[in-house]
């Protein structure tokens, strides 16, 4: 069952998304309302529902690629497959698509060959095929926030670019990285608990993790399933790729308040829109605006409307490909 926001909610939902960076004090001005009313709204945001807190990790900042995949399983039961997709530590995130490509996971690996070898996994610990598989390398992310709730508010960008050198870090930083990434509402002090270390180490070790790059600082998301809105994505893959095309897009994703994400990738699409809004409706109109903007460079659009998040976690101290050093040699 669905829940309607008041107006109200609604702006506390879309500046949170926008301007997480912001102090709530700030926050509440853009809101205009008193920060007392603001604190209590965003309170009841987070109790009914309507917003999650995450954190997004640059994996190429720990000698990780980013793979998103989209593929169809072979049953028509395939929850032995999910269930393995959902618990190897390569997967960070898994969801159900309305689509032939009815699920996307994202996995984060040193090459290729890992996709295939998980895939093949799969088929040997379930008998369950991979059907049409298509994958992408994500290079870059741009998060404009959930603007379609407030269309006037104030535009902030957060880049996460994939491609950046990897960094020195040792096995505590994966179990934090691991905590932070994966809690509802992430708390330094609970992932402190939760991994047996000192709220003060934990709390500089993050500060050096977000100035480095490797995790942004908290990002919110609203809840479009518990409000009955509607999510998708967009697939789009050029024939033209001139040098202007992605200040092309970006600028497109600006003019369009219901984009939330752009990522930018190599493979079988070149860039990825995410969406939200208050129906399907506008989410087709936004793919058809695509479609007229860039015309003939654009080879392919896929539009797929998610169902369902079905894992959304890291579990990083436990990736078959990361060789962390030890506490002592990593500083």
Request: charged content about 20%.
């Amino acid at each position: 069952m669905s829940i309607s926001p008041s107006e109200t909610q609604n702006i506390i939902l879309g500046v949170l998304s926008t301007h997480s960076h912001l102090s709530a004090k700030e926050q509440s001005r853009l809101c205009g309302l008193k920060e007392h009313s603001f604190r209590y709204g965003l309170q009841r945001c987070f109790e009914q529902g309507l917003s999650s807190e995450y954190r997004q990790v640059n994996f190429g900042a720990l000698g990780l690629q980013t793979f998103n995949l989209y593929f169809g399983l072979g049953s028509r039961i395939p929850t032995a497959a999910l269930d393995l997709f959902a618990v190897d530590p390569r997967v960070v995130w898994l969801a159900e698509n309305v689509a032939d490509c009815r699920y996307e996971a994202t996995i984060v690996a040193r090459n290729p060959t890992e996709l295939l070898n998980l895939c093949s996994l799969l088929t040997e610990k379930t008998g369950i095929t991979v059907v049409n598989p298509t994958w992408a390398i994500e290079i870059e992310f741009l998060f404009f926030g959930d603007r379609f709730l407030v269309p006037t508010i104030p535009l902030q960008v957060t880049r996460v670019d994939l491609t950046a050198p990897p960094i020195p870090f040792d096995a505590l930083d994966l179990q934090i990285l691991d905590q932070m990434s994966s809690q509802e509402r992430s708390s330094t002090a609970a992932a402190a608990r939760a991994i047996g270390q000192p709220t003060a180490s934990v709390e500089y070790r993050m500060k050096r993790l977000i100035s480095q790059g490797v995790i942004t600082p908290p990002l919110y998301s609203t809840n479009v399933f518990a409000l009955g809105f509607a999510e998708c994505q967009i697939l789009a893959c050029f024939s033209e790729l001139r040098s202007s095309l992605h200040e092309e897009m970006v600028k497109f994703c600006k003019g369009h308040h219901t984009v939330f994400k752009l990522v930018r990738a190599f493979g079988s699409w070149n860039y990825k829109i995410l969406a939200k809004s208050h129906s399907i409706e506008d989410l087709v109109a936004l793919r058809e605006s695509l479609e007229d903007t860039f015309g003939e460079a654009l080879a392919s659009t896929q539009l797929l409307s998610r169902r369902r998040i079905i894992r959304r976690t890291a579990s990083l101290a436990h990736h078959p490909e990361i060789a962390p050093k030890p506490l002592d040699a990593a500083r």
